[in-house]
């Protein structure tokens, strides 16, 4: 068991390829002064400044011809809400953007970024970096009762749209600004509450948490010097260190004891802050004080962690501008300016368009740190509003509430213990007694994926089989791979067939055996657009040799809805 929690603490600092690696018996004493050369890293730099009136279309043209009304409101309305339009929304929005292009866009993020979706949607981006789950990991893999939560709280705050200095402030320092739920953050990481040793116990949860601060605030991967000096970046081992101890007074475990929910101060018991020589916890070395990693600059006097989260989200703070205007762009056009949003360190990658990256990274403090005012500035963009040059492909938990949704079946009840989902009984049956127990309330089982019970040892299939991360560390941009698992799931699942039947139910209801009603119906709740008339034609072809296949006209227009949710178009957006 302890050579897995070893391994755990590997795994939160790959340091693959490294080109020197630098250990001390004493971190301290020997630790490299900082020079010049090492701020002249492009991420490290002050935001260049660009020309007044400079915007988005000023410095990243357009090189397409601007999308359709029926492409951009499925755009938008993903992009916003993680959800698809309704029918009804397209062919109003459709109708207004003839007479108005321009205000009838505006209108429609205004919409979408006023709905309690948006929170929703947008929440799961930063639970991944904040490496969420309900569970705590490990063999035994215990729940986390109130874990939830914290959940809600970013749903909360980013429907609020409150200030995003704010927002990550309250999360490293909540405690100390009244708002301890917030905090969750630094507690998110996995755990084994029984390992034997409680001092190793604490020595690995604080270095994660210190790593994921460090990951999350600044795109560095200051995990990298948990054992020895960072191979690639100026931060050293004693920097390391001092980063943690801003943390020291919150944890202190006992045998068997979750962490959490949130943080608390301890003002007793805790043992003296220190850098720990290669890493070993059984191996302190000096003493130290909390500090900022020294290529940032002085730390002030007495600083504690309300001090590190203002300094990390100062408006002065250029690397942790860059880091969440990366994060945010890529999240819009599915691919960072930079192209490691995990590391903007030396071993990433320059940005392409640096000047684009500067002027995002400004414009959020002078969006007064608002997300959604931001979100509108890029959505209002004839960047974004372009063809897409490249698609993007729906998440597992977008698919899924996709197909929920356009089969009337999504249940918007908000907040809550997550729910959980029932499993095929040969995975149920991997999972120790009681594990795989679904929610006894089958209405909840149509609830936002957001809101569904998130296990670390077992992803729902779908979400894992489409890149939904493991939450074992922080996660700043999913895999995106295509295996035939993926086709096969979406082909022959229970769930795909039962939503293709409900489907079809509705709109045999709706529409009798009209073909082309049928057709233009289901095209519209699955793509969010007509269908083309060689699309109507092949329907109709399909519709009657399959009904001649299958025991039923209803049978038959299941399938082809089935088709459709197995179509690239439903499973990318354009």
């Given at each position: 068991?302890?050579?897995?929690?070893f391994?755990?603490?590997?795994?939160?600092?790959?340091?693959a390829?490294?080109?020197?690696?630098?250990?001390?018996?004493?971190?301290?004493?020997?630790?490299r002064?900082?020079?010049?050369?090492d701020?002249?890293h492009?991420a490290?730099?002050?935001?260049?400044?660009?020309?007044?009136?400079?915007?988005?279309?000023?410095?990243?043209?357009?090189?397409s011809?601007?999308?359709d009304?029926?492409?951009?409101?499925?755009?938008l309305t993903f992009?916003?809400?993680?959800?698809?339009?309704?029918?009804?929304?397209?062919?109003?929005?459709?109708r207004?953007h003839?007479q108005h292009p321009?205000?009838?866009?505006?209108?429609?993020?205004?919409?979408?970024?006023?709905?309690p979706?948006?929170?929703?949607?947008?929440?799961?981006?930063?639970l991944?970096l904040?490496?969420?789950?309900d569970?705590?990991?490990?063999?035994?893999d215990?729940?986390?009762?109130?874990?939830?939560?914290?959940?809600?709280?970013?749903?909360?705050a980013?429907?609020?749209?409150?200030?995003?200095?704010?927002?990550?402030?309250?999360?490293?320092?909540?405690?100390?600004m009244?708002?301890?739920?917030?905090t969750?953050?630094?507690?998110?990481?996995?755990?084994?509450?029984?390992?034997?040793?409680?001092?190793?116990?604490?020595?690995?949860?604080?270095?994660?948490?210190?790593?994921?601060v460090?990951?999350?605030?600044?795109?560095?991967?200051?995990?990298c010097?948990?054992?020895?000096?960072h191979?690639?970046?100026?931060?050293?081992?004693?920097?390391?260190?001092?980063?943690?101890?801003?943390?020291?007074?919150t944890?202190?475990?006992?045998?068997?004891?979750?962490?959490?929910?949130?943080v608390?101060?301890?003002?007793?018991?805790?043992?003296?802050?220190?850098?720990f020589?290669?890493?070993?916890?059984?191996?302190?070395?000096?003493a130290?004080?909390?500090?900022?990693?020294r290529?940032?600059?002085?730390?002030p006097?007495?600083?504690?962690?309300?001090?590190?989260?203002?300094?990390?989200?100062s408006?002065?703070?250029?690397?942790?501008?860059?880091?969440?205007?990366n994060?945010?762009?890529?999240?819009h056009?599915g691919?960072?300016l930079?192209a490691?949003?995990g590391?903007?360190?030396?071993?990433?990658e320059?940005?392409?368009?640096p000047?684009?990256?500067?002027?995002?990274?400004?414009?959020?403090?002078?969006?007064?740190w608002?997300?959604?005012?931001l979100?509108?500035?890029?959505?209002?963009?004839?960047?974004?509003?372009q063809?897409?040059?490249q698609?993007i492909?729906?998440t597992?938990?977008?698919?899924?509430?996709?197909?929920?949704?356009?089969?009337?079946?999504?249940?918007?009840?908000t907040?809550?213990?997550?729910?959980?989902l029932?499993l095929?009984?040969?995975?149920?049956?991997?999972?120790?007694?009681?594990?795989?127990?679904s929610?006894?309330d089958?209405?909840?089982?149509?609830?936002?994926?957001?809101?569904?019970?998130a296990?670390?040892?077992?992803?729902?299939?779908?979400?894992e089989?489409?890149?939904?991360?493991?939450?074992?560390?922080?996660?700043?941009r999913?895999?995106?791979?295509?295996?035939?698992?993926q086709?096969?799931m979406l082909?022959?699942?229970?769930?795909?067939?039962?939503?293709?039947?409900?489907l079809?139910?509705?709109l045999?209801?709706?529409?009798?055996s009209?073909?082309t009603?049928?057709?233009?119906?289901?095209?519209?709740?699955?793509?969010?657009?007509?269908?083309t008339?060689?699309?109507?034609?092949?329907?109709?072809?399909?519709?009657q040799?399959?009904?001649?296949?299958?025991?039923?006209?209803r049978?038959?227009?299941?399938?082809?809805?089935l088709?459709?949710?197995?179509?690239?178009?439903f499973?990318?957006?354009?």
């Amino acid at each position: 068991m302890k050579l897995v929690f070893f391994l755990t603490l590997l795994l939160i600092a790959p340091c693959a390829h490294a080109v020197s690696i630098r250990a001390s018996a004493d971190p301290v004493k020997d630790e490299r002064p900082i020079k010049a050369e090492d701020k002249e890293h492009w991420a490290f730099k002050p935001l260049q400044p660009a020309p007044e009136k400079t915007g988005i279309d000023d410095l990243a043209k357009p090189a397409s011809q601007p999308a359709d009304p029926a492409t951009l409101i499925r755009r938008l309305t993903f992009d916003l809400t993680g959800l698809p339009p309704t029918p009804e929304e397209v062919t109003a929005f459709t109708r207004e953007h003839i007479q108005h292009p321009a205000s009838s866009i505006e209108h429609l993020a205004t919409r979408l970024l006023a709905s309690p979706r948006y929170g929703e949607h947008w929440a799961q981006w930063w639970l991944d970096l904040a490496r969420y789950a309900d569970t705590d990991g490990f063999e035994y893999d215990a729940e986390r009762n109130r874990a939830w939560q914290y959940r809600d709280w970013v749903i909360n705050a980013l429907n609020s749209d409150m200030p995003f200095d704010a927002f990550v402030q309250h999360q490293i320092a909540g405690d100390l600004m009244g708002d301890e739920v917030a905090t969750g953050f630094l507690f998110a990481c996995p755990d084994m509450p029984d390992l034997n040793n409680q001092d190793e116990r604490r020595h690995v949860l604080l270095n994660d948490i210190a790593t994921t601060v460090g990951s999350v605030g600044l795109g560095l991967t200051v995990g990298c010097a948990q054992c020895h000096d960072h191979p690639y970046d100026p931060i050293s081992q004693a920097d390391f260190y001092r980063l943690r101890a801003f943390f020291d007074n919150t944890v202190l475990t006992k045998n068997s004891k979750p962490l959490g929910p949130a943080v608390r101060v301890f003002t007793e018991g805790i043992p003296a802050s220190t850098v720990f020589v290669r890493g070993d916890f059984k191996r302190p070395g000096p003493a130290i004080q909390p500090a900022f990693p020294r290529v940032f600059g002085a730390t002030p006097p007495q600083a504690d962690r309300l001090a590190l989260a203002q300094w990390l989200t100062s408006k002065d703070n250029a690397l942790f501008l860059r880091t969440m205007a990366n994060r945010l762009w890529q999240q819009h056009f599915g691919t960072p300016l930079a192209a490691i949003p995990g590391d903007l360190g030396h071993q990433g990658e320059a940005p392409t368009n640096p000047a684009l990256l500067d002027w995002l990274a400004a414009e959020l403090p002078r969006q007064n740190w608002s997300l959604k005012k931001l979100h509108r500035v890029i959505v209002m963009s004839k960047a974004y509003q372009q063809k897409a040059a490249q698609p993007i492909r729906l998440t597992g938990e977008m698919l899924r509430d996709s197909m929920l949704s356009i089969s009337g079946q999504l249940n918007l009840k908000t907040s809550g213990p997550g729910v959980k989902l029932p499993l095929p009984k040969e995975i149920a049956s991997t999972l120790l007694k009681n594990q795989g127990e679904s929610t006894k309330d089958v209405t909840e089982h149509t609830r936002r994926s957001i809101y569904t019970f998130a296990r670390r040892n077992l992803r729902n299939p779908l979400f894992e089989l489409f890149d939904r991360p493991d939450a074992q560390m922080s996660c700043a941009r999913r895999n995106a791979s295509t295996t035939a698992p993926q086709s096969l799931m979406l082909l022959n699942s229970e769930f795909t067939h039962g939503i293709a039947a409900k489907l079809a139910t509705d709109l045999n209801q709706q529409h009798g055996s009209d073909a082309t009603a049928l057709i233009t119906a289901a095209t519209l709740r699955c793509l969010s657009r007509n269908p083309t008339q060689q699309e109507l034609a092949i329907g109709q072809k399909f519709l009657q040799k399959q009904t001649v296949l299958t025991p039923g006209f209803r049978e038959a227009l299941a399938d082809y809805c089935l088709a459709l949710l197995n179509s690239n178009e439903f499973v990318y957006l354009d």
